[in-house]
């Protein structure tokens, strides 16, 4: 099987935990991802909305070393291009795709979105749940949407060929990076609203416009996020919210993102041994294979090396 996954915070948890990417007990490491044939996980570095300014900047400097040093042990392919992903499509093996999970990460300052790229992040949740120098976010009381700087940010964004996630972000906020941009976007690991009534989750009108831009919606795992009764939730959960995406038009725009080690699970998901029973689960419903693969690696592929293509990327470490 092959797997594709939007969004976890492995990459911090085991900073802070003292523990590998390699090999450890949590949701995610590149052990167990060894079972896919491959494995493309996008290792967000997350920061708390109590770090901002220089701080943030350092913070996310710490967490790319972090991730640099796992890399030096050959373990696992560094994604950086679309052609990292074509190279390993159909061949075992473990890929990891650096990413940014708050626009604090800047601390501010526009210059950094380039030190960001060089360091190999293709791709940034603008907000956490509170706001920042970009715009505002989903669970802060704001409503100012992109900031001045917000939307000299995202167009620096396209430029630098990193992907502006939408995730965590205020329907302000969303509305207006439509608005202020030309490319597609994503929404790493959000679910449906219409399921589950969440703040976190997308409306139908907000799914419409992902689909119309092109652009990537990664189902999230979070019991919180699938069922308005958490303690409830279950894999049956998941692929309620997927069928409803779909109903709307979703086939090429549906992935997944599942917020491992970042969240709390169903009790029916255990980590990456469980992806294949949730896939399982999708068939159950008659939903064609050709689809299930789709939603499960191909969608989230063709995205990457689509958004590198359309803006004439071509990155050299360098750039």
Known sequence: MRYFDLHCDTLVTCMEKGKSLLHNDLHVSVEKGQRFAPYIQCAAVWLPDTVRGAEAFAYFERHADFFERAATSGRFRVIRTGADI????????????????????????????????????????LT????????????????????????????????????????????????????????????????????????????????????????????????????????????ADLYAHAEHFLALGGADVLAMGSDFDGSVMPADIAGLETVEQIAEEFLRHNLPEALVRKIFFENAASFFKRFDTDAGIQYNGDA
């Open 128 to 235: 956490w749940n509170g706001s920042n120098e970009i715009g505002s976010g989903v669970l802060s009381d704001d409503a100012f949407g992109l900031t001045p700087f917000g939307r000299e940010a995202v167009v620096e964004m396209e430029r630098q060929g990193i992907a502006i996630d939408l995730s965590h972000a205020s329907e302000r906020l969303f509305y207006d990076v439509a608005a202020h941009t030309t490319r597609p976007f994503v929404a790493s690991h959000s679910n449906a609203k219409a399921v589950c009534s969440h703040a976190r989750n997308l409306t139908d009108e907000q799914f419409a416009v992902l689909c119309a831009r092109g652009g990537l919606v990664g189902l999230n795992y979070f019991r919180a996020f699938l069922n308005d009764a958490p303690e409830k939730a279950s894999i």
């Open 86 to 125: 074509e190279a390993m499509e159909n061949t075992p093996g473990v890929g990891l795709m650096l990413t940014v999970e708050g626009g604090a990460a800047i601390g501010g300052k526009l210059e950094n979105i380039e030190r960001l790229r060089q360091r190999g992040v293709r791709m940034m949740t």
